[in-house]
């Protein structure tokens, strides 16, 4: 997690110092904004990464500058061999995003759906 937290703190300087540097230079509104909330966005990935570190406090293998390959190695966690799901989620979310230029009452149907289908995503293991 440290390189994690050093890399997106060096991101967040980097966004800020252009961000400085484009308010000076171009005085574009849009532009400015759209800066600002990358540096926003930098520092809250990189407080994440600092604020889990702080809490684990172990060093993880990826911050172990001698560490080997198979020191990561392990069950990385469940992954669904045969689910429609996610194909169902990116389609209901596609027709949300489409909802936005054709129509409000697209829109709303999308959600909808995009809900429902999200639950069924997380609930596919679920049984009576």
């Not at 440290?2 to 961000?19: H, P, Q, S």
């Not at 061999?81 to 949300?96: K, M």
Request: glycine letters at 10%; proline letters at 2%; charged letters at 15%.
């Amino acid at each position: 997690m440290k390189f994690g937290w050093r890399l997106f703190g060096g991101i967040a300087l980097f966004y800020a110092i252009v961000t400085v540097v484009y308010a000076l230079w171009a005085k574009e509104v849009v532009g400015i904004v759209a800066l600002i909330l990358s540096t926003c966005l930098a520092i809250l990935i990189g407080f994440y990464f600092w604020f889990t570190d702080r809490r684990v406090g172990a060093t993880l293998p990826e911050d172990n500058l001698e560490g080997e390959i198979a020191d990561r190695a392990g069950e990385q966690g469940f992954f669904s061999p045969h689910s429609w799901w996610p194909f169902v989620v990116s389609l209901f979310a596609t027709l949300t995003g489409l909802g936005l230029i054709l129509g409000w009452w697209f829109t709303l149907i999308g959600a909808t759906a995009l809900m429902i289908s999200i639950m069924g995503w997380s609930l596919q293991y679920e049984r009576r």
